[in-house]
């Protein structure tokens, strides 16, 4: 079973910027889509950001784009979420999560099929 650590989440203000590091156990990372998702206060966990594999392919939602960037170094077994001009709005507990498909040739935005999760690490933009 792999584990996920998340790091490098904080408080900053809002413009700032963060860049969120997920360590990944295990000697098959390298072949698995990782995925960012979050959770805010009193809402459901939504998908942030989403990398294949090797990294040909990225996905980010809509509010985050041209602000957040994935990115993944499969010889550190590591994926990033480097997250700037941050908002209020973005404050929130950030997990990773890897996808259950082996070398899967697409990212999805869908969480139940990621099945290795971290902790979390709380990342709080202040207005």
């Known amino acids: 079973q792999v584990q996920l650590v998340e790091s490098g989440g904080g408080l900053v203000q809002a413009g700032g910027s963060l860049r969120l590091s997920c360590a990944a156990s295990g000697r098959t990372f390298s072949s698995y889509a990782m995925g960012w998702f979050r959770q805010a206060p009193g809402k459901e966990r939504e998908f942030v950001a989403a990398?294949?594999?090797?990294?040909?392919?990225?996905y980010m939602r809509d509010s985050v784009k041209g602000r957040f960037t994935i990115s993944r170094d499969n010889a550190k077994n590591t994926v990033y979420l480097q997250m700037n001009s941050l908002k209020p709005e973005d404050t929130a507990v950030y997990y990773c999560?890897?996808?259950?498909?082996?070398?899967?040739?697409?990212?999805?935005?869908?969480?139940?099929?990621?099945?290795?999760w971290g902790q979390g690490t709380q990342v709080t933009v202040s207005s």
């Open positions: 999560a890897r996808h259950r498909g082996w070398q899967i040739v697409h990212v999805t935005t869908n969480q139940e099929e990621y099945n290795s």
């Open positions: 990398i294949t594999w090797s990294g040909s392919s990225t």
